[in-house]
Nanobody, 124 residues
Framework: QVELVESGGGLVQAGGSLRLSCAASGRTFSSMGWFRQAPGKEREFVAAISWRGTYYSDSLKGRFTISRGSRDNAKNTVYLQMNSLKPEDTAVYSC??????????????????WGQGTQVTVSS
């Protein structure tokens, strides 16, 4: 059974940092990504990583960093380091995963598996 479990969300002041984690189990995933959805807005791409490389939203590149566990037993774990957080970063952040090396890792429709999401709230 496939399961994606996010952790690390919470409340932080503007300018602060948070590190999100997503632990995936049940199979091996070649592509993993983070998406976010703010109240009243559509889900948007944040970052993705696959064996082909890393990908970032142009608006977030430089503040957010995606990485993946390097040890064999941690390769299904993906992290999102978020720095210099702004109130507009407030959203539910969800982890996504797929067994394939996605051609379009920025597209949410490409991913077959999703976590429940973790709330990130940035206060001004």
């Amino acid at each position: 059974q496939v399961e994606l479990v996010e952790s690390g969300g919470g409340l932080v002041q503007a300018g602060g940092s948070l590190r999100l984690s997503c632990a995936a189990s049940g199979r091996t995933f070649s592509s993993m990504g983070w998406f976010r959805q703010a109240p009243g807005k559509e889900r948007e791409f944040v970052a993705a990583i696959s064996w082909r490389g890393t990908y970032y939203s142009d608006s977030l590149k430089g503040r957010f960093t995606i990485s993946r566990g390097s040890r064999d037993n941690a390769k299904n774990t993906v992290y999102l380091q978020m720095n210099s957080l702004k109130p507009e970063d407030t959203a539910v952040y969800s982890c996504a995963a797929d067994a394939a090396i996605l051609i379009q890792p920025m597209a949410d429709r490409e991913y077959h598996y999703w976590g429940q999401g973790t709330q990130v709230t940035v206060s001004s």
